[in-house]
Nanobody
């Protein structure tokens, strides 16, 4: 059974930082891992992806502020979020695509194979 468990969310003031983690288990192979988010009343938005070859994609809204990384030995995905803004407030989900690389930024769970239940990030002004 595939499990993706996110952690590290919380409440922070604008300009602050958070580091999200996603512990993955039970999958056979992955080509791409990523993060997407959903703010209240808004559609899902792709945040960042990282492929097995180390290539990454970022949403324009987070470029230069967020960094995605992975620890293959620990089967863990990370999202370092710096210079947080109130617009970053959302539920953040990690996900795996097992059948293909991510050459573009997936927007929601339907563009992945597996996904977690999310961790809340709240940024106050």
């Amino acid at each position: 059974q595939v499990r993706l468990v996110e952690s590290g969310g919380g409440s922070v003031q604008a300009g602050g930082s958070l580091r999200l983690s996603c512990a993955a288990s039970g999958y056979t192979y992955r080509y791409c891992m990523g993060w997407f988010r959903q703010a209240p009343g808004k559609e899902h938005e792709g945040v960042a992806t990282i492929n097995n070859d180390g290539s990454t994609n970022y949403a324009d809204s987070v470029k230069g502020r967020f960094t995605i990384s992975q620890d293959n030995a620990k089967n863990t995905l990370y999202l370092q979020m710096n210079s947080l803004k109130p617009d970053d407030t959302a539920m953040y989900y990690c996900a795996i695509r097992s059948g293909a690389y991510c050459y573009t930024l997936p927007r929601n769970q339907y563009e992945y194979t597996y996904w977690g239940s999310g961790t809340q990030v709240t940024v106050s002004s």
